[in-house]
């Protein structure tokens, strides 16, 4: 199985939604339609792996996505989350944003125990990460 990426590049600030293939030696190169469009150090672009999971519209979740997560059964509704790989595992992290409270540490949920709905990127959509907390 090939895993399928995105990816963020540093300096142009512009997400590559093209098939990229995680090189060897430190580079990372862009594929289109089977040829071979570019090739990054990995200190220019950011990989973004795929979770493998798709959010409830049917849009492919990758790390960095930030998401809107629901789990109904706890009545935990539309918290603003960032995909993550933590431990061998793909999560998101709760922000609290709806108690607008600082954590004092992460909450990590399993990403395939939630209803997700992608709502951008960290990279190209970071004003959805800005809240103001009391305190």
């Not at 990758?62 to 989350?81: F, H, K, M, Q, Y």
């Not at 790989?85 to 004092?104: A, L, M, Q, R, V």
Request: charged letters at 20%; hydrophobic letters at 40%; proline letters at 3%.
């Amino acid at each position: 199985m090939q895993a399928n990426y995105k990816a963020w590049h540093v300096d142009e600030q512009v997400m590559y939604h093209d098939p990229i293939i995680n090189g060897m030696n430190g580079l990372v190169v862009r594929v289109y339609n089977n040829v071979i469009v570019g090739h990054y150090a990995t200190d220019e672009v950011i990989p973004l792996q795929y979770t493998g999971l798709q959010d409830i519209n049917g849009i492919d979740i990758c790390l960095g996505d930030v998401v809107l997560a629901s789990r109904g059964d706890w009545g935990w509704t539309d918290e603003i989350s960032v995909v993550v790989y933590k431990d061998g595992g793909f999560y998101i992290n709760s922000f609290c944003f709806y108690e607008k409270i600082e954590p004092t540490w992460d909450v990590f949920f399993s990403a395939k125990d939630l209803d997700l709905k992608v709502i951008g990127n960290k990279y190209e959509n970071p004003e959805l990460l800005e809240v103001e907390f009391d305190g």
